[in-house]
């Protein structure tokens, strides 16, 4: 064999025997993770700060009326105040303090306008027997993921000699879960 030949052929094979060397295979792992926390919508909404639980609107009434009823709509449409929380969750809704709590005779809430008051009060039911106190709770059955409604009433009560005009409150609502 020539020796030119034969050199490229050993180095030929050196070669292919060292890129057979070279080439490894490294195998491992990717680790993934998610986890998920308890949470709940109110109304659709998962703000945690801010969220508005609805509105309890008596409409308008004669400066000379007796009784107004209302439900609190939730916002969004659609009727009561919406509940969705994550499967295994207990929501409790806690209704607290209003701008005027006791600022007037006839109930224990009061919807103002400047130093004139109407009370009125809320319930747990459209018959108005199930009085909610003030930082009174509604607990709603463990969530299966599913949404829950809750139902809650108010009742005004008219008093003589109010002006015409509109009168207002907001009330502090919390949901623990």
Do not use: W
Request: charged content about 5%; proline content about 4%.
């Amino acid at each position: 064999m020539h020796p030119n030949v034969s050199r490229i052929l050993f180095a030929g094979l050196g070669l292919a025997l060292a890129s057979q060397a070279q080439a490894a295979t490294v195998t491992g792992n990717i680790n993934a993770t998610l986890t998920l926390t308890a949470a709940c919508q109110v109304n659709g909404s998962t703000a945690t700060t801010g969220v508005n639980f609805g509105n309890l609107d008596f409409g308008s009434q004669i400066a000379l009326f007796t009784e107004a009823s209302a439900q609190v709509i939730g916002t969004g449409g659609g009727g009561a105040i919406s509940v969705l929380c994550s499967p295994g969750a207990t929501p409790v809704v806690k209704v607290g303090a209003g701008a005027h709590d006791a600022a007037t005779t006839g109930g224990s809430r009061a919807l103002a306008m400047g130093t004139n008051y109407v009370p009125y009060d809320f319930y747990t039911d459209a018959g108005h027997t199930n009085l909610l106190a003030i930082n009174g709770t509604i607990t709603l059955a463990t969530s299966t993921g599913v949404a829950q409604t809750v139902n809650l009433y108010g009742r005004a009560v008219g008093k003589p000699s109010l002006p015409p005009g509109v009168y207002t409150d907001t009330v502090a609502v919390e949901l623990s879960f």
